[in-house]
């Protein structure tokens, strides 16, 4: 069983930084498998916010490329969400995804203008 743990969420003002977190547990090979950060924002579907691959190539979202860093450390079985600029539209639940099956439990971020 893989279990997903978000953490780093919560208010800050437009143009502020914030760091996400996804801690995984269970019996993984975390480093074989990609990893994802999505959002969902009241009312609107949830979408693909960044990605990086078990090689260490990324992708981002439009709205977010230049922004947003993620990156993995496969020792501590974490991938984390570096999050600069911070605009109202970034507030959602933030969502880690591990090998495209797992999702954790999700964490809020609200960015107030």
């Known amino acids: 069983q893989v279990q997903l743990v978000e953490s780093g969420g919560g208010l800050v003002q437009a143009g502020g930084s914030l760091r996400l977190s996804c801690a995984a547990s269970?019996?993984?090979?975390?480093?074989?498998?990609?990893l994802g950060w999505y959002r969902q924002a009241p009312g609107k579907q949830r979408e693909l916010v960044a990605r990086?691959?078990?090689?260490?190539?990324?992708n981002y979202a439009a709205s977010v490329l230049g922004r947003f860093t993620i990156s993995r450390d496969n020792d501590k079985k974490t991938v984390y969400l570096q999050m600069n600029s911070l605009k109202s539209e970034d507030t959602a639940v933030y969502y880690c995804?591990?090998?495209?099956?797992?999702w954790g439990k999700g964490t809020l971020v609200t960015v107030s203008s």
């Open positions: 990086i691959a078990s090689g260490g190539s990324t």
């Open positions: 995804n591990y090998g495209a099956i797992y």
């Open positions: 269970g019996s993984i090979s975390f480093s074989n498998y990609g």
